[in-house]
């Protein structure tokens, strides 16, 4: 079997398996990375789950995913900050060295 230690998984590519089952199956073929995203850690919580995965000898690669900013509404883009600020949050209680974001774009919003 090809050694898969420095190999990272997102949590979404094994959804629905929910994080514990997904870090086990993780660690029983050797991967050793994961990309945590977060509707998979809501279940536990961020520390709860940054135990789970450490006590099977995994390592939280990033965080997945914020962004989502461009919006014309006001409203619906302090919504998206907000979110990315509990993100960011969530992400240094989970021991993610790296928040992925997807930015976006909202096709009635210029770029001037």
Known sequence: MADLSK????T???KPWKLAES???YAKVGVKGISVWQDSAAELGAKKSREVISANGLEVVSYVRGGFF???KS?????????????????AELGAPML????G???AQTLE
């Open 7 to 10: 190999l990272c998984i997102h």
């Open 12 to 14: 979404i590519t094994t």
């Open 23 to 25: 870090v086990e199956q």
């Open 70 to 72: 461009p919006n014309t």
């Open 75 to 91: 409203v619906e883009r302090e919504k998206a900050i907000d979110h990315n600020k509990k993100m960011i949050e969530e992400a």
């Open 100 to 103: 992925v974001l997807v930015c």
């Open 105 to 107: 774009a909202e096709p």
